[in-house]
């Protein structure tokens, strides 16, 4: 979804990535039915913490504020967590994901951004059915110089079925309610609460060149991605709550557990 000419890289397989990605949230929505219908209420208590471990630390925190903006610094060991949970979102290998955030961020609403609900349809943005974004090398080059990044994009689909298969090993249902069922979850505030509703309906705190817009309602039910006019207007501040009225949930762990 990103282009880059003349540079050896696992990155450039990025068009055969995607299309992976795309048939593991197609795997994961299945097992999802599946197990909801042959489970009992207990395994429930798995999707919080899938959540929470993996679509907030791992994807809000760790893929989108502390990769693709680098908003704020922290510990390796940490570093190392935040960097790789992310990757049981099932969205793609983290810094692919990052890439093309960032060509969002310079594309915004506008004729080249990848998943503009002003652009194309919103129901393409909900689906993922993006447009191919278009990126120089200069804006990401940052990012393939860390192992970790790279290493976790080059093995990004072994690294998934090996964890799916431990965890079957246990018991079937516990990728299911742990990995499947909390990515469809965050797929849905992702893709379509932020990229479509945050930027139709809401308010706005700053004049940006966009029409990104904070919406209290995303913010709650996403646990801190719907202030995103205050993202937009400053992408590389890790805290969103910039009136100190507004609730940053993920700022506020950030701060007191990820900072240094």
């Not at 880059?4 to 929505?29: A, C, D, S």
């Not at 993922?128 to 080059?141: G, M, N, T």
């Not at 805290?239 to 557990?257: A, M, P, Q, S």
Request: glycine fraction near 6%; charged fraction near 15%.
């Amino acid at each position: 979804m990103f282009t880059r000419e003349n540079l050896t890289h696992p990155l450039n397989k990025q068009k055969n990535h995607q299309i992976g990605v795309r048939l593991l949230l197609m795997f994961n929505h299945i097992v999802a039915i599946i197990g909801l219908l042959y489970s009992s209420m207990w395994w429930f208590l798995c999707v919080p913490v899938g959540f929470l471990l993996f679509g907030r630390i791992g994807g809000e925190i760790g893929t989108h504020r502390y990769i693709a903006h680098g908003s704020f610094k922290t510990t390796k060991i940490k570093h190392f967590l935040i960097s790789t949970l992310g990757i049981f979102n099932c969205f793609g290998s983290p810094v692919s994901w990052a890439i093309v955030h960032r060509s969002h961020h310079i594309n915004s609403d506008k004729e080249l951004d990848p998943h503009s609900p002003h652009v194309i349809s919103w129901w393409k943005v909900w689906l993922i059915s993006w447009q191919k974004a278009e990126l120089q090398l200069k804006h990401y080059v940052d990012l393939l110089k860390d192992p970790i990044h790279i290493t976790c994009h080059k093995y990004y689909f072994l690294i998934i079925f090996t964890t799916f298969v431990l965890l079957s090993m246990i018991d079937w249902r516990l990728p299911v309610f742990l990995i499947c069922i909390p990515s469809c979850i965050t797929l849905f505030g992702s893709a379509f609460l932020v990229n479509v509703v945050c930027h139709k309906w809401g308010y706005r705190n700053f004049d940006t060149s966009d029409k990104s817009k904070n919406n209290w309602l995303v913010n709650d039910l996403t646990l801190g991605n719907g202030l995103h006019n205050n993202h937009h207007n400053d992408p590389s501040n890790w805290n969103e709550n910039v009136t100190g009225k507004e609730r940053d949930y993920c700022g506020w762990f950030i701060k007191n557990y990820l900072k240094i």
